[in-house]
T-cell receptor
Framework: KNEVEQSPQNLTAQEGEFITINCSYSVGISALHWLQQHPGGGIVSLFMLSSGKKKHGRLIATINIQEKHSSLHITASHPRDSAVYICAVGETSGSRLTFGEGTQLTVNP | NAGVTQTPKFQVLKTGQSMTLQCAQD?????MSWYRQDPGMGLRLIHYSVGAGITDQGEVPNGYNVSRSTTEDFPLRLLSAAPSQTSVYFC????????????FGPGTRLTVT
């Protein structure tokens, strides 16, 4: 079983829909990261959080430390949001990030 | 700032050849790392460094070597390329490991024939 599980693996939405991507992990963490990988391959950090909720534009990330679960929400989705969204956790012990397999999001016009 | 740079962008090697993937950052980041990304799998850590002169193995270190002689540079060496090393390689850096944003390079697509 992977230490970081994302769901769904693939998600297709219509423009304007509210989108949720989930991430569950099984280890104690110092921080959780949400990353975005565009079709061209580049990886960009969206959020890093260790508690509560963060918002940036139409993106919202939440984390529940007790339940070991995080969600990434996209409001009013747009075709330019089409990308792979990756969850990664930094463990409390050690100096490594462990990554989920990613969620491929496609937003159709 | 150029951020994290990687060279080359693409490379084709024959089995048994050696090469070095270059990674550099100009943000004075202490923590640098190398990952490989394969279809159907998450990014996997190859090697990492918490500062100049300090390196450690990640999840999949076999067949790779690293050194960190300066804060800026963290090259990844393939000692004897194998087809199983065909992958996309990403270098990343951050100010420190704990609770710090990670910055990724653009990636190197490597094919070993």
């Amino acid at each position: 079983k992977n230490e970081v599980e994302q769901s769904p693996q693939n998600l297709t939405a219509q423009e304007g829909e509210f989108i949720t991507i989930n991430c569950s992990y099984s280890v104690g963490i110092s921080a959780l990261h949400w990353l975005q990988q565009h079709p061209g391959g580049g990886i960009v950090s969206l959020f890093m959080l260790s508690s509560g909720k963060k918002k940036h534009g139409r993106l919202i990330a939440t984390i529940n430390i007790q339940e070991k679960h995080s969600s990434l929400h996209i409001t009013a989705s747009h075709p330019r949001d089409s990308a792979v969204y990756i969850c990664a956790v930094g463990e409390t012990s050690g100096s490594r990030l462990t990554f989920g397999e990613g969620t491929q999001l496609t937003v159709n016009p | 700032n150029a951020g994290v740079t990687q060279t080359p962008k693409f490379q084709v090697l024959k089995t048994g050849q050696s090469m070095t993937l270059q990674c550099a950052q100009d943000m004075n980041h202490e923590y640098m790392s190398w990952y490989r990304q394969d279809p159907g799998m998450g990014l996997r850590l190859i090697h990492y460094s918490v500062g100049a002169g300090i390196t450690d193995q990640g999840e999949v270190p076999n067949g790779y070597n690293v050194s960190r002689s300066t804060t800026e540079d963290f090259p990844l060496r393939l000692l004897s390329a194998a087809p199983s090393q065909t992958s996309v390689y990403f270098c990343a850096s951050s100010y420190s490991f704990r609770a710090r944003e990670q910055y990724f390079g653009p990636g190197t697509r490597l094919t070993v024939t």
